[in-house]
C-alpha cells in the first residue's frame, strides 16, 4: 500500500473495529482495516452478546445507554441478519438484601428514563419457572436484548468496505508515524492508526493501563422455552469488577436456536486458550444453584475469550496522549458488544471534531497521566 492511501488503520476487525470502520467511512473518511483473523473473531466470537444496560457509575450508564439505542436503530432494519432477539434481562435478587439492591438499581435506571419494573417471587417464577425455589424476586428490564456478534460485525465491515474501506489480512507488528507495519515488513500508510483489537492491544500499546481477563462459556444442546430472558445472578457485578482472582456468576442466555448459553466466569493472569476444568465445574455447579435443571442438560461446547479490562473499569476511547498518530478504542472488559456501536460514535464525532451524543471525557485515555510520557 502506498503512503496516504488511509486517514485511519483500524487494527482489528472485530465488532469494536468494524462498527468505528462504518462509522468513519459514513463520515467520508477513508479506512482500512488490518486483521489477521476472521472478521468478528476473538472476544467478540466468544461472548455472549448481551446487550445490556450497566448501571455502576454514571459513565458506563450513560455509555450502555446510548449504544443500546444505536443497537435499536440497527437492528430494526433487520432482526434476523444480527440475530437479535428483545428478551429483557432479569436481575435475581437471591435475599432480601439484593432485592433492596434491586431497588436501587431500579431508581438509578428510572432517573434515566429506562423502563423497569420490580418482579416479586410469585411473578419472578411466572416469568421463568425453572428458577429454584426461595428467591426474592428481580429486576426486570425489557429494553435488553442479545445478538450474535460475529454476524453484525461482518455485517458492519460489509456497509464500510461499500463505501471503499479496504481489508488487509495480516498481522499488525508495531505502529510508527506511517501507519502500521505489519508482519511481512509492509506498511499500511494511514495518518491516524486506530488500535481497536482488545486485549491484544498490549501488544502495540504495552503502556495501556489494562490487563485481559479470561473468561468461558458453555452451550447446551437444544431446549426451546427453557429460558425466556437474559438471568443474570445481582451478584455479578461484584464478580465483574473484582481485581484480583477468579470469581463465577450465574449468567445464562436463551439463543434463538434453544440453546442455552451458561456463564461466566473471570480470571487474572491465566493467559492460554485452553479451558479449565476446575473454573468451568465452579461456573456450572453455581448456576445449577440458581436453576437446578441446568444439572440435567447436555451440553455440547465449551470455549474461552479474553476481556480487555482497563484499571478503572472503562474503556479509553480517544487519542493517545503519548503518541500523536495513535487513537484508542479498546479496555472495554465485558461491554465490548454493548458498548461497541457508541464507541465507534464517539471515536468518529472525536475525528470529525463534530459534537459528541454524551460527554467524552470519562472515555477519553488521558485520564490516565502516565500514557502522556509513554511510547510503546
Given at each position: 500500500m502506498?503512503?496516504?492511501?488511509a486517514d485511519i488503520a483500524i487494527v482489528g476487525a472485530g465488532i469494536i473495529g468494524a462498527a468505528c470502520a462504518d462509522a468513519l467511512t459514513a463520515c467520508g473518511l477513508r479506512v482500512t482495516v488490518v486483521e489477521c483473523e476472521a472478521i468478528g473473531s476473538g472476544a467478540t466470537a466468544a461472548g455472549m452478546g448481551h446487550l445490556v444496560v450497566m448501571d455502576d457509575n454514571p459513565a458506563e450508564l450513560a455509555l450502555t445507554r446510548y449504544s443500546l439505542a444505536l443497537w435499536r436503530t440497527l437492528t430494526a432494519r433487520g432482526t434476523e441478519r444480527h440475530e437479535y432477539r428483545n428478551c429483557g434481562t432479569l436481575w435475581i435478587a437471591a435475599d432480601e438484601e439484593e432485592w433492596e439492591a434491586?431497588?436501587?438499581k431500579q431508581q438509578t435506571l428510572q432517573s434515566q428514563d429506562i423502563a423497569s419494573e420490580m418482579l416479586d417471587a410469585s411473578a419472578l417464577y411466572a416469568a421463568e419457572p425453572h428458577l429454584r425455589p426461595?428467591?426474592?424476586?428481580?429486576?426486570?428490564v425489557p429494553g435488553d436484548g442479545i445478538v450474535y456478534p460475529p454476524k453484525t460485525a461482518r455485517f458492519l465491515l460489509e456497509q464500510a468496505s461499500a463505501r471503499g474501506a479496504r481489508l488487509v489480512s495480516a498481522r499488525a507488528s508495531a505502529i510508527h508515524e506511517d501507519g502500521v507495519l505489519l508482519e511481512d515488513g509492509s506498511v499500511a500508510h494511514a495518518r491516524i492508526v486506530l488500535v481497536a483489537n482488545g486485549a491484544a492491544a498490549l501488544s502495540l500499546c504495552p503502556e495501556l493501563p489494562m490487563r485481559p481477563k479470561k473468561g468461558h462459556l458453555v452451550i447446551t444442546d437444544r431446549y426451546p422455552g427453557m429460558v425466556r430472558h437474559q438471568l443474570v445472578e445481582l451478584g455479578y457485578i461484584k464478580s465483574a469488577h473484582a481485581g484480583e482472582?477468579?470469581?463465577?456468576?450465574f449468567n445464562v442466555q436463551p439463543r434463538p436456536t434453544g440453546q442455552l448459553l451458561i456463564g461466566s466466569s473471570r480470571q487474572f493472569g491465566a493467559m492460554g486458550k485452553a479451558v479449565n476444568m476446575h473454573i468451568v465445574s465452579r461456573m456450572l455447579a453455581h448456576a445449577a444453584e440458581f436453576m437446578p435443571m441446568l444439572a440435567q442438560l447436555n451440553a455440547l461446547r465449551c470455549w474461552t475469550g479474553f476481556r480487555a479490562a482497563s484499571s478503572d473499569g472503562l474503556p479509553l476511547i480517544g487519542p493517545h496522549p503519548g503518541r500523536s498518530n495513535v487513537w484508542l478504542a479498546t479496555g472495554h472488559e465485558g461491554l465490548g458488544i454493548t458498548t461497541s456501536l457508541a464507541t465507534a460514535a464517539l471515536i468518529a464525532a472525536q475525528l470529525t471534531g463534530t459534537q459528541t451524543a454524551?460527554?467524552?471525557e470519562p472515555y477519553l485515555p488521558s485520564r490516565f497521566p502516565e500514557l502522556a510520557q509513554a511510547h510503546g
Open positions: 502506498k503512503r496516504a492511501d434491586a431497588r436501587s426461595g428467591l426474592a424476586g428481580a429486576l426486570r482472582g477468579d470469581s463465577v456468576a454524551i460527554p467524552i
